[in-house]
């Protein structure tokens, strides 16, 4: 995902600043491409699951202009560049192979059922790769989500993009590697701007100053519920008394992990004091798999229209897979909000805030 950076003169920037994972996740810090700038594809071989298809081998890809996406499909910055990805499919057809690499942040997207599942309901008809083990990751030297690899005809990486932005660029990147080859790119104009629906469309940039917030506590901050983390334990928390920007608190029987919290007993609630357009979490069930159902409120009141795509206009809805969840989409003036989450089932794992 993308650390996003605050309303104000910084928020031009955070279009293109990556996430740059931990290496205690990939297991070793980002380098530059360990197979060199002409042998990258060849990180594709071996006995790896491929999903929408047979597996494409790296000689099926020569002679040919590819882009290779890494991404991950809970994360909104990922989940923001489908839109481009699916219209640069469209527009070029068979002259341009593109390629997803599903290099996972959370566990549950290891699991190629679910991996499954999201394509299906993203409309992901590309080949996608899986790269549980960051192998791909580390082959590319990419270093956040998500990444963009464009390669020519001859093999070598001609460009790359990390972050959200500079679709057009990207566009004329392919346009000119497509030319080089003789094959006509057609005389569409390029865009910047390709309409997406629900959680991939645009985010406000301009009006954007809360930042991805982890649950889990290896990498959480601001949590100010009174006595801090209590790790790896069953604890009863208590809300605090009031939050500033960007601040958040538990309330009810938790467990905190180093991933995500685990809801004990029915009836705990998460609240945040948020500034954006959209609010999103990551949920997932419990180990049983069973639906957790919840309501949320903005300060105070039911959603209403504010209600993102997975809450009705009282602000209810179910966790019933895992995944990201659009809780909060304004549409009056952004200003700071007072968000809650309240779960009326036990047994979810909240993973994560992001904002849009």
Known sequence: MTFVAL??????????????LPAVLT????????????????????????????????????????????WTYSCINSLRTLPYLRAWQEKYGDRLVVIGVHTPEFGFE?????????LAAL???????????FAIWRAFGNQGWPGFYFIGADGRVRDQRLGEGEYGKSEQVIRTLLAEVGTAPGTAPVSDEVGGAGPEAAPDWAHLGSPETYIGHRQARNFVSPGGFFRDTSHVYGAASSLSRNQWSLAGAWSVGGEFATLDRAGGRIAYRFHARDLHMVLAPGASGQPVRFRITIDGAPAGANGGVDVDAEGRGTVRAARMYQLVRQIGPVQDRSFEIEFLDPGVRAYVFTFG
Not at 110 to 118: E, H, I, P, S
Not at 123 to 133: A, E, H, I, Q, W
């Open 7 to 20: 309303a104000g003169a910084a928020t031009a920037m955070a279009v293109a600043t990556p996430f740059v």
């Open 27 to 70: 297991g070793s810090a980002s380098q530059a491409p360990a197979a060199g700038p002409t042998g990258v594809l060849d990180a594709l071989a071996g006995q790896r699951t491929w999903l929408n298809g047979k597996p494409v081998r790296p000689e099926d890809l020569r002679g040919k202009v590819v882009v290779v996406n890494f």
């Open 123 to 133: 409309g992901v008809s590309y080949p996608v790769v899986l790269d549980s083990d």
């Open 110 to 118: 290891k699991d190629v059922a679910n991996v499954r599942t999201a």
